[in-house]
C-alpha cells in the first residue's frame, strides 16, 4: 500500500538533502521533491509507517505497558512517526521530546514538530 507523503506541516531546513542548502523555512519533504529527490520522501514515509504499524502491534498485544521509541529526529517529528500512527487510526497517546539542533531549534521550531525541544 502506497501511502501519501506527509502534510507540509514543517518550516524547518533538513540537513545536508541537496548540494546547496536548502532554503530556509522549508519541510524534509518539500526539499526532496523540490530537488528532483521524491523518492527520499516516499522512503521516509514508508519507514516512518513501518515504525508505526510496528509499535501499534506491540501495544496490541501489551496493552498496560508503556513505550519509549528511540528514533532519528527527522522521523520522531509529529509529522514523521506519529502522524502515521494518527493515521493507522490508533488512540495512542505521545509525546514528541527531541534535541535542539541546528535545523530544529526554537527559533524555527514549534508545536507541529514536538511537545518540548532540549538543549543538549
Do not use: F
Amino acid at each position: 500500500m502506497r501511502h501519501p507523503p506527509p502534510a507540509p506541516p514543517a518550516e524547518i531546513s533538513p540537513p545536508g538533502l541537496a548540494p546547496s542548502a536548502p532554503p530556509a523555512r522549508i519541510s524534509t519533504c518539500q526539499h526532496s521533491i523540490a530537488t528532483g529527490r521524491a523518492e527520499h520522501c516516499e522512503a521516509q514515509t514508508v519507514r516512518n509507517s513501518g515504525m508505526a504499524v510496528a509499535i501499534t502491534r506491540y501495544l496490541d498485544k501489551e496493552p498496560r505497558r508503556k513505550l519509549v521509541v528511540l528514533t532519528g529526529v527527522w522521523h520522531a517529528v509529529k509529522y514523521g512517526i506519529p502522524d502515521q500512527l494518527r493515521r493507522l487510526g490508533t488512540r495512542l497517546e505521545w509525546t514528541v521530546i527531541l534535541p535542539e539542533t541546528p535545523y530544529l531549534n526554537s527559533g524555527n521550531s514549534g508545536a507541529s514538530e514536538a511537545d518540548y525541544l532540549v538543549e543538549l
